[in-house]
């Protein structure tokens, strides 16, 4: 049973960092199609990043992140992160791990290069994310 728990969320001045932690509690883990998404207040919720944790190289970063955002997993820990630096306003939001047990997936997205909500079907509670001037 795939359980994802996200931490590491809080108040940070623009400019400054944070880095979300995404651990899948499964069991005996399996691998998946990760993603990280975000949803702002009255907003859609908008994929950021995502990886597949059963090859290297899969990385992808939306346009709206990329250069600032870096995804990455630890095998060992079964925990998938997302390194923000560079915060700006427009970043605040509540951030969501979700999870696909199909590659495809993941391929689907490096090819298309978007990530939809709708392909994913295990989510985790969400973190908030605070972005003051």
């Known amino acids: 049973q795939v359980q994802l728990a996200e931490s590491g969320g809080g108040s940070v001045q623009a400019g400054g960092s944070l880095t979300l932690s995404c651990v899948n509690s499964?069991?005996?883990?399996?691998?998946?199609?990760m993603a990280w998404f975000r949803q702002a207040p009255g907003m859609q919720r908008e994929g950021v990043a995502a990886i597949y944790t059963g090859s290297s190289g899969t990385e992808y970063s939306s346009d709206s992140v990329k250069g600032r955002f870096t995804i990455s997993h630890d095998k060992a820990k079964n925990t998938v992160y997302l390194q923000m630096t560079s915060l700006k306003i427009e970043d605040a939001g509540m951030y969501y791990c979700?999870?696909?047990?199909?590659?495809?997936?993941?391929?689907?997205?490096?090819?298309?290069?978007?990530?939809?909500?709708?392909?994913?079907?295990?989510w985790g509670q969400g973190t908030q994310v605070t972005v003051s001037s």
């Open positions: 499964e069991y005996i883990p399996k691998t998946y199609c």
């Open positions: 979700a999870a696909d047990r199909f590659w495809k997936t993941c391929a689907d997205i490096q090819t298309n290069g978007r990530i939809s909500s709708a392909d994913f079907g295990y």
